[in-house]
């Protein structure tokens, strides 16, 4: 154990933890590392890691594909632990609480959206404070943050999340992001029963999707490229699947939904679906955070007075939320549990879509190298 000393005098303790991450851009892989994680003071909780899941996220990040990874980079936003340590000014948790991590470890705490909770639109200096790659201050300050492919994290606990009993801790990481990115504009858009509601793509966040829409009361109809996931798309609770290649299929749906989720990772003609969307219909991108291949048409939003949007991960709030509902709901992410070791084959397989519908890590593998 080491220990630190901040500009406040402060002894501040930290361990050596193992983790899998990459050193620079031209990545070649994830590899084994060591990283330093302090222990908790104040309102901190240190969480014993036991699963994380394997978001698209981290594999864009890893590969600096958004311009702004931050080096070394341990990936991982689903987090789902035991507590092992609290800080003296924990109030909310005790030692042994099964709990969870989502996207975000800290905000500024002072604009308007992090006082309406909505910390995952924090407007502070450099927003909210990432799982991984973020600032472990919101002013900015600080070491870079390690995510979930470690076997320990500290964390304050106002940012982390209760396990509800009932779910299966294998499979609830990824709830933590997929489930609450999926969940958070469908509560924002009022999704509700009756509603005519399109899910774009079947993967990761697709399959979630589905489920929860399905648990509101909506209509579902899932749009894939895939003729292979028409099946999965039923059992998840699709009233109707329709293959977004086929010209004819699309036309015949054309002012027919209510509102579209789009979990399209990469870019996209998002006018393909725009013409899918009824009177004051929205349509949310979840997936992509970049540019669309082409440039909307304003007639096609205009003469249905249509609407695009973006949302962004969940809040706080929301995230729990979103496992309580899915405990009520007996809802669970389709997840293959996978070894440490063979995270970069995970990335390959995510990157073929070969991945049926979320992998999770059994960090106990990396536990198992100390050993």
């Not at 004819?248 to 998002?270: C, G, S, V, W």
């Amino acid at each position: 154990m080491d220990t630190t000393t901040s500009e406040a005098t402060t002894t501040v303790e930290t361990i050596k933890t193992p983790a899998y991450g990459a050193t620079n851009s031209i990545f070649n892989g994830l590899k084994r590392m060591e990283i330093e994680r302090r222990l908790p003071q104040g309102d901190e909780v240190h969480i014993d890691i036991l699963y994380c899941g394997v978001c698209h996220s981290d594999v864009h990040q890893v590969k600096n594909d958004w311009k702004n990874t931050v080096y070394p980079c341990v990936p991982g936003h689903e987090i789902v632990g035991r507590i092992s340590q609290i800080g003296s000014a924990v109030t909310k948790f005790k030692v042994g609480d099964l709990v969870g991590v989502g996207c975000m470890v800290d905000s500024c705490g002072e604009c308007q959206p992090c006082k309406h909770g909505e910390e995952n639109y924090c407007q502070g200096p450099v927003s909210w404070t990432a799982t991984y790659n973020g600032p472990m201050k919101p002013d900015g300050s600080g070491a870079n943050t390690f995510g979930g492919y470690s076997t320990n994290i500290t964390v304050k606990e106002s940012f982390v999340l209760r396990i509800p009993e009932g779910l299966d801790i294998k499979a609830a990481a990824p709830i933590l992001c997929a489930g609450v990115t999926t969940y958070s504009p469908m509560k924002h858009w009022n999704v509700k029963a009756g509603d005519q509601v399109g899910i774009v793509g079947l993967g990761g966040l697709g399959h979630m999707a589905v489920k929860l829409a399905k648990a509101l009361g909506a209509n579902v109809t899932v749009l894939t490229t895939s003729k292979d996931k028409v099946a999965d798309a039923e059992a998840f609770g699709a009233h109707e699947v329709i293959i977004s290649t086929d010209a004819a299929a699309m036309k015949q749906h054309e002012a027919t939904f209510d509102f579209i989720l789009n979990t399209i990772p990469d870019a996209y003609d998002i006018s393909d679906y725009v013409s899918l969307l009824n009177l004051d219909g929205t349509i949310v991108a979840v997936g992509l955070l970049g540019e669309y291949k082409k440039p909307l048409n304003n007639m096609d939003m205009a003469t249905y007075r249509r609407s695009v949007a973006g949302s962004i991960i969940g809040s706080i709030a929301e995230t729990q939320e979103v496992l309580d509902f899915c405990a009520e709901h007996n809802i669970l992410p389709e997840v293959q549990m996978i070894q440490m070791q063979d995270i970069n084959k995970a990335f390959d397989d995510l990157l073929d879509k070969e991945v049926r519908y979320r992998h999770v890590i059994d960090m106990q593998s990396l536990k198992d190298e100390e050993a």
